[in-house]
């Protein structure tokens, strides 16, 4: 294969946090300003190793279980969502709740209950075991079965074919649902869809960055952590596009200089649980190895804003505000974020 002698970065636009995340994040910090450590976080904030560890070094304690947090202590319940049950247990044990699942996590939950009120059965497309997916399943759990690929469409059985309907996971690859949601048409035509696809705007808009780019790239790098649902797609959709090689890493230092010593062109993205300062790490690293030309391929601009848990936004706006030789108050709002 012939390489030109010029190294150059294709550098993906969107990469790395969405609205989602930025909110779940802030949410944990301006909790931790606000009452002062520990503040308790239900499972992994988001799904990246790199901003749970930093969250942990500044008084985060992640917990599995609601039971693990003492009684009338502050929880953060996750950016995947829960189910009833679970603020359910917490108001048992006069847990203060700040809840920061994502609105379109949100959305999917109350599109399952307003399925599950009118008797339908929901098909969820997703990986069972997900935090995401438990939730989901748990505001219907009557009614809503996890079908994990069009390979186990086959296998379905419901009560009324003509009451059917199909929800998604949020972070999944955008191709891969909608062949299954296509097997699922094929099996069952006259299938309910949500009123917008259940694909979140920056699940959707990473791969396509990712889609434009990997036909011209050598090698695919993609930053994020391997339980990360969205992050592991990425890679999927590289190498489905064209890309000779993607791999994952959760930071530069994860890197093996092997795949990229006979690249002339390496595609660089990050998960939607990924800081930019990753990004940037890995870009000083490839600039380290002769990738010094960086182009970055835009296909979309995102400017979607999620307000701060109610909870929360109710105990800032107690707060003293600074006066005028700047004394007292809470720390200003987050990128990304409406107060």
């Not at 190793?49 to 599995?64: E, I, P, S």
Request: glycine share 8%; hydrophobic share 40%.
């Amino acid at each position: 294969m012939t390489h030109a002698a010029r190294k150059r970065v294709l550098l993906a636009n969107p990469r790395g946090y969405c609205a989602g995340v930025d909110r779940a994040v802030q949410t944990v910090e301006r909790a931790l300003a606000l009452y002062g450590p520990p503040v308790y976080v239900r499972k992994e904030i988001v799904h990246n190793r790199h901003v749970v560890q930093t969250l942990q070094r500044r008084g985060a304690v992640f917990v599995d279980d609601n039971d693990e947090v003492p009684t009338g202590a502050t929880v953060v319940f996750s950016a995947h969502g829960v189910a009833p049950q679970v603020h359910a247990e917490a108001a048992t044990r006069d847990l203060k709740v700040i809840d920061a699942t994502c609105p379109l996590v949100t959305k999917v939950h109350n599109e399952a209950r307003r399925f599950a009120a009118a008797g339908y059965d929901i098909l969820l497309i997703g990986h069972a075991g997900h935090e995401e997916v438990i939730g989901t399943v748990g505001e219907a759990p009557g009614n809503i079965q996890v079908v994990d690929g069009p390979d186990e469409v086959d296998g379905i059985a419901v009560r009324d074919p003509s009451r059917v309907a199909w929800l998604s996971q949020t972070t999944l690859s955008v191709d891969e649902t909608m062949r299954t949601v296509d097997r699922l048409r094929q099996r069952f035509p006259d299938i309910a869809s949500p009123p917008s696809d259940d694909i979140c705007y920056a699940t959707q808009n990473r791969q396509q960055a990712v889609k434009a780019m990997a036909g011209s790239c050598d090698v695919v790098i993609v930053v994020g952590s391997r339980n990360s649902s969205n992050s592991l797609r990425l890679c999927e959709v590289a190498r489905e596009a064209g890309a000779r090689g993607a791999y994952l890493v959760d930071r530069a230092g994860e890197i093996d200089p092997g795949w990229v010593d006979e690249a002339s062109t390496v595609g660089l993205t990050a998960g939607a649980s990924v800081p930019n300062e990753l990004v940037e790490e890995t870009l000083v690293w490839l600039r380290g190895r002769g990738f010094s030309e960086v182009v970055e391929v835009t296909t979309a601009v995102e400017n979607t804003l999620f307000a701060l848990p109610p909870e929360l936004r109710a105990d800032l706006r107690t707060e003293p505000r600074p006066d005028a030789a700047g004394q007292g108050g809470p720390a200003t709002t987050g990128k990304g974020l409406v107060p």
